[in-house]
Structures are given as C-alpha cells and as structure tokens.
C-alpha cells in the first residue's frame, strides 16, 4: 500500500504538469484527463516492476526453500 501511493504521488508531483502541457497539443481540452490516465498507468507499471523485483522474489524464495525442506525431510522418513 505504501509503495502504490509513494509511487503514485512522486509520480503526480513530478511528471503531470510537463504531460499535460505536451498532451495539450494533441488532445486539447481533455488533456487534463488523459494526462491522469497517462500518470496512472505510468504508476501502475512502476508499482508492478518493483513489487516484482522487491517484495515477490524474496517471498517466492522463501516460498520455495520451505518446499525442498519439507520434500526432503519428508523423502528421509520414508527409507
């Protein structure tokens, strides 16, 4: 939760204004809305990227090192 509105906010403070002024050549008067479109799923990427690299990983390491724990104490108890 942290991470999705840290990023999202950073994103917001430093990105909107110089999209929206670029995205007022192109889409005029709804380059408000589609600049926050833009910045949302910009955020949603970024979010996605670092959840994956930061917080999963270790967590599906974790995952996977109890796994072979358990398969091997459980193989030893059967010979």
């Known amino acids: ?18 999209q929206v002024a670029a995205m007022a050549f192109t889409s005029g008067p709804l380059a408000p809305l589609t600049t926050a479109l833009l910045v949302l799923s910009e955020s949603s990427t970024l979010i996605n990227v670092l959840s994956k690299t930061f917080l999963v990983e270790d967590a599906l390491i974790d995952t996977f090192d109890g796994v072979s724990y358990v398969v091997a104490a459980e193989a030893s108890y059967l010979y």
């Open 1 to 18: 939760m942290i991470l999705g509105v840290g990023v999202t906010t950073i994103m917001f403070l430093f990105t909107y204004l110089p």
